[in-house]
Structures are given as structure tokens and as C-alpha cells.
């Protein structure tokens, strides 16, 4: 068996030959939290210019041709057409919080997850994993730096909003209590079951990163940096305006009336 880093040089070069420097490729998943089994699955997205349909049954054809090659599981709980690939505009839809549901005054409600086909190979919970694949550890594999930066630091910002949301209630929190709300759900699911995050490092700064862009907008502020208040007004107006699908947009991705679970 070959190691993971020669499968993940194998990925750099077709993220290479896919979407060259006009996107970025992703590893993200089991293999860069090292909790995964030496045969596990490599978790891939590639982000880059809309792919033809012939285009992406190529792609999926050279991702299973590299599981082959190295010996590593293939995990189709969620197609590969759905989640090798994400264009532009779902990198943005996932960032505006399309894959939850908002209401016009900006709540956020977090459907559960469905543990069925049509739940996870469905639009919003496609944008759910891009915004979970951004903001969760992973490896970069080339490509656009300043895309992926941009892409990257909106995630943070992001994620906070939703954990804002989930915080609706407290008058006041800390770091801590944001990342417990992402943790785990009120009603006690946790992990791929919720919004697939884990308690650790990796998680705290992506709060911390978040929570400092959004203190800059005067959403969120802070006496001593260690316990905060969010303004629930500029909150809900900026959930509201970011979920707000672009008129005219054709295919715009569709909010879920329903849901339960995160796949790996």
C-alpha cells in the first residue's frame, strides 16, 4: 500500500489537469484529522469553472481510478458527481448560508439531518459539506491562493454567524460556548449527525477568526476579549441579506424544508 502523501500528490496533479490555476483542490476529512483507518477514503473537492457533464464523469472516473491505485476505500454515501465539485456560485451560495433556512427577518434555523440519499446528494446539503470542507482542517493541494484565502476567511465568518444564530438566547459568550453550539445540537446530536465539527484547536480559531470579522462590522463586540455580545439586530440583517437568492440567478440553489446527519 502506498502512502497517503503520494495520494495526495496524485490529487495536486489532476487538481492540475481539472481546474489548473483558475480553482483550488481540497483534502479535507479522516486523513488530515488522523483519525482515519491507513485505507480510509480520500476526501476531495475541487473547486474551479462549471464542469461539463462529460467533464465530471471524467473526473469521478480518475478519483476512483486513484482510490484504486493506492488501495483506499471508496466511501459513496453522498455521489461523486454531487461532491468532487463545487463551481463558483455554490462556493458562494454555501458561504451565504444557502444550504440552511432563513427567514426574511435573518433567523437561521439548522435543519436536521436525514440519513437518506436524497437528503445528502440534495443542493442545500451539498452547500452544508463545501461550508463544513472550508472551515474544518483539510489540506490544500494548489492552485488560486488568493480564491482559497478569500473563500476560506468568508467560511469563518460565516460558521460564526450560524453559531450566533444558535446563541439566539444568551445575553452574553465566550469562544467556548460558540463552539459547543457547533458541537452539538439542543437536541443532542453531535459530529456527522450535526454540522460534522468536533471540539479541538482547529475549531477554536476558526471561531476566533470569525468572531474578529465580524467584531470589525459591529456585529459582535467585546470588553475583554474573552466574553462577547452580539448586536441580534446586525446580526439578523446580515443573515437576512446574505440569504437573499440573486434575483434572476438561474438554477439558484434551493432552501430544504426538511433534514438529520454530516457524511464523512
Known sequence: MTSVGDALADASRLRASVVGGDGYALAYGSHETRSAPSDSDLDLLFVGPPLRRDQLEQLVRAVVALHEDHRLRLDAEVAH????????????AALALRGFIADATGDL????????????NSTPFKLRLILNVLTTPHV????????YDQHRASGDRTVVLVALSLLEACATFTVADAVA???????????????????????????HRGLARLIAEQVVSTADGAC???????????????????????????????????PA
Do not use: C
Open 181 to 207: 453550539t457547533l458541537v452539538t445540537a439542543a437536541d443532542g446530536a453531535t459530529g456527522k449527525d450535526f454540522l460534522g465539527y468536533t471540539r479541538g484547536p482547529a475549531l477554536h480559531a476558526t471561531v
Open 228 to 262: 462577547f455580545e452580539q448586536d441580534h439586530a446586525r446580526r439578523q440583517a446580515v443573515v437576512a441579506a446574505l440569504h437573499r437568492p440573486e434575483v434572476g440567478r438561474r438554477g439558484a440553489p434551493r432552501t430544504l424544508g426538511r433534514a438529520r446527519r454530516m
Open 109 to 120: 434555523h439548522v435543519p436536521p439531518v436525514v440519513v437518506a440519499p436524497w437528503f445528502f
Open 140 to 147: 490544500f493541494l494548489g492552485g488560486d491562493i488568493d480564491q
Open 81 to 92: 458527481d454531487v461532491k468532487l465539485h463545487a463551481g463558483p456560485a455554490e462556493v458562494d
